[in-house]
């Protein structure tokens, strides 16, 4: 493994750039499928650095594939840059205030996330230059991971058909390989016609479409007691039909949002709750309508990869911190509460400490029982390619996803150093991978063993196109 200390220099070279790009992405915070400055970036960079990058991949504007390298295998770096709605937060102080009210923030940390994995990917191509190795690294810029899932419409095109391994990252409180458990789910939305009407003076001749939705609700909520325990159902009303209580609403629209652990488990559950859309539907004599919008497979595990990635972090150690970086994460656990610190120790398989506001050590490989997942489209990739997934420290411990305390560390210099700690990490796997083609054998390998002949059915429908925002004429 002397291979490190040479690709690691080569991160330490580039890093002051790409912690401008993140920086630049988190001050223009956009949401899923309109991150085109944020794209643009990334565009700029890579041609910097000399790649050959593609905007508008798989009919998504803000989706990005670009490459360097000859011949050789393919090692792919996954990248993400979207945003959250009404997250919006000053830099580096420990208490709320939005910079624009209501407006967005990158409460997910994803402007380091795309940044760091660009700065890997840079870095295997000038390492690949250096040494004369026959190889291709290619970025991957896959926009709306919080909802729009991407990452599996870049699958369904056909986008990861040549690749060998792909690597990615994401960050959190501590360091250290991620366990593969996500949930497989599907996002639709369900459409009740039904007739209006004066609701007082002829209510028999009206048809609700509210009602349809209220007993679809009724349906799923009694479902919940004959689903797995590892499945989940959430929904949201987004059109009730109208606000006069007088009118008998003729159109009402519910999204659901279906999870189980396995994606062959969660697609027979969301024919379930289709079949119960219709019997709501029957029951008020309106009609139904459902598109899937979105969808994740769960994460395929890859033993080979996730034990070479745990062995360059072992080589690596944890990110080094200053005094000054841990100073200001206690002040962003002064705005916390106890769970939540002891959550993010769980959640990790450690045992909680109220003394570290910094990531000090390496997670072992496993830790974690897998009970606290999500879903994300990384999984959709993890069907199709061996994949591996690295959790980067750049953030307090307890830090909540998804909140405002993440927003204001999103540019502070320990975010920096977690990201070019991560970034070395994966530069490093895929360097041992280039070095010795057998690695990238011993994955594919562990990779049709852990599928088991089990066909792969994209949670992405054929007929289903990306939810892009609409142009104006």
């Keep these: 493994m002397q291979n490190s200390d040479e690709i690691w220099s080569c991160v330490d070279e580039l890093s002051e750039d790409f912690c401008g790009l993140s920086d630049r992405v988190w001050e223009t915070p956009e949401l899923c499928f309109k991150e085109d400055r944020s794209a643009a970036e990334h565009m700029a960079m890579l041609e910097k650095h000399g790649f050959k990058a593609e905007a508008g991949v798989a009919g998504m504007p803000t989706a990005i594939m670009a490459e360097a390298g000859s011949e050789g295998p393919v090692i792919a770096i996954l990248g993400e840059y979207d945003a959250l709605p009404g997250l919006s937060q000053e830099h580096g102080v ?17 402007n380091l996330l795309g940044a760091g994995s660009m700065l890997a990917a840079a870095a295997v191509k000038d390492w690949l230059k250096k040494k004369g190795i026959k190889g291709r690294v290619r970025y991957y810029g896959c926009p709306a991971e919080e909802g729009g899932s991407a990452k599996g419409f870049m699958v369904r095109e056909g986008l990861f058909e040549d690749v060998d391994v792909a690597i990615c990252w994401h960050p959190a409180p501590f360091a250290g390989v991620n366990k593969p458990i996500s949930l497989a789910c599907n996002e639709l939305i369900f459409t009740f016609t039904g007739r209006a009407s004066h609701a007082a003076a002829s209510p028999e001749l009206g048809r609700s ?11 799923v909520n009694y479902m919940r007691e004959h689903m797995a325990s590892t499945a989940r159902i959430h929904y949201a009303v987004i059109d009730s039909g109208g606000v006069a209580p007088n009118v008998v609403q003729p159109r009402a629209v519910v999204r659901y949002l279906v999870r189980d652990r396995e994606l062959p488990d969660m ?33 395929i595990g890859n033993d080979p990869l996730e034990e070479l990635m745990h062995q360059m972090l072992e080589r690596l150690g944890p990110p080094q911190y200053s005094e000054e970086d841990k100073d200001f994460a206690r002040e962003i656990q002064a705005t916390l509460s106890k769970e939540d610190i ?5 959640r990790f398989g450690l045992k909680p400490r109220f003394d570290e506001p910094l990531c000090e050590s390496i997670t072992p490989l496993n830790s974690g029982d897998g009970r606290h997942v999500g879903s994300t489209d990384v999984g959709t990739v993890s069907w199709v390619v061996p994949t591996v997934q690295m959790r980067g420290a750049t953030y307090a ?4 996803g998804h909140s405002w305390q993440l927003v204001a560390q999103g540019k502070t210099p320990a ?18 991978l280039f070095l010795d083609p057998a690695k990238i054998e011993a994955a594919k390998a562990d990779f049709a063993d852990k599928l088991n002949g089990r066909p792969f059915i994209n949670p992405i429908p054929d007929d289903c196109d990306p939810e892009l925002p609409e142009t104006k004429e």
Excluded: F
């Design 94 to 110: 420990a208490e709320r205030r939005e910079i624009e009210e209501g407006g967005n923030g990158h409460g997910c940390g994803h």
């Design 209 to 219: 479409a509210l009602d349809s939705v209220e007993l679809m609700s009724v349906g």
């Design 267 to 299: 697609q027979a559950l969301v024919e379930r709750v289709k079949k119960v859309a219709d019997g709501a539907a029957l029951m008020t004599e309106t009609s139904v309508e459902s598109v899937i919008v979105s969808g994740d497979g769960n994460l």
């Design 342 to 346: 002891e959550a993010a120790y769980k």
């Design 397 to 400: 411990v307890g830090t909540p």
């Design 415 to 432: 975010a920096h150093k977690g990201m070019e700690h991560t970034a070395k990490i994966m530069a490093a796997t895929a360097c041992e």
